[in-house]
């Protein structure tokens, strides 16, 4: 039992000796920057300065909010950027509806104009008809003739009302007789020589052509001078 607690003794008094040590370490420490700040002139004290506190609450608070600063910045330029995405393709839908709106106007409009193509084509051979029976009517006899005259009235009255209702709709013959050959609106049967007229100029015209609203629905059968 002596042996223990003269061991715990020695113990004891080591540590004793080592905290003395740091002890005096510490206050040779404190001593010199007493020393130091009573040369400068100024009091010294164990507590850091107000500035000094400051600036590093500071930084430490910089450095806390910097990562937060970082992240949001890069979601800023993120939704800036999808924000431009999204509005190019809204301009680029709302481009394309209004060229689809466009083009939907038309078809139904043309839709409304030449909906009836197909039945003034049909008429076209009526009028024809018409036109055929009306020359061929001598025109030497209807004098002599009455019932050749009423008939040949009559024929002439009935293509001139076709005609009419042609044009209430939009539908015009077209004769092209001593015009310039337009390939859009005739065709070519045959050339003939004709040094009164210039080349390419329609000399006789076999069969109407037709318009319906300046879309030729049939273009005129004519024979083209040459020189």
Do not use: W
């Not at 509806?97 to 139904?108: A, C, G, V």
């Not at 050749?148 to 009235?153: H, V």
């Not at 859009?184 to 390419?200: G, I, P």
Request: proline share 3%; net charge positive; glycine share 4%.
């Amino acid at each position: 039992m002596a042996s223990k607690a003269g061991l715990s003794l020695q113990v004891f008094a080591r540590s004793l000796s080592q905290l003395k040590a740091v002890v005096s370490a510490r206050n040779s420490s404190f001593l010199r920057q007493a020393t130091t700040a009573l040369a400068n002139g100024r009091p010294y004290s164990t507590e850091k300065q107000p500035e000094e506190a400051a600036a590093s609450a500071a930084g430490a608070e910089q450095k806390a909010v910097s990562p937060e600063v970082d992240r949001l910045t890069k979601e800023l330029a993120d939704s800036k950027e999808q924000k431009s995405e999204l509005m190019d393709k809204y301009k680029r839908a709302l481009a394309e509806s209004e060229n689809m709106r466009t083009r939907l106007n038309k078809q139904i409009s043309d839709a409304k104009i030449f909906g009836i193509q197909s039945f003034c084509k049909d008429l076209l051979e009526v009028a024809d008809t018409l036109g055929h029976a009306t020359q061929a009517v001598p025109k030497d006899k209807l004098s002599n003739n009455a019932d050749l005259k009423s008939l040949y009235e009559g024929l002439t009255m009935t293509r001139a009302s076709l005609l009419q209702v042609f044009k209430r709709h939009g539908l015009e013959a077209v004769d092209p007789l001593n015009q310039k050959f337009d390939p859009n609106l005739h065709e070519a049967l045959f050339q003939k020589e004709d040094k009164t007229v210039e080349a390419n100029t329609v000399v006789e015209v076999t069969k109407l052509g037709y318009k319906l609203h300046e879309r030729c629905i049939r273009p005129a059968l004519v024979g083209v001078s040459k020189c």
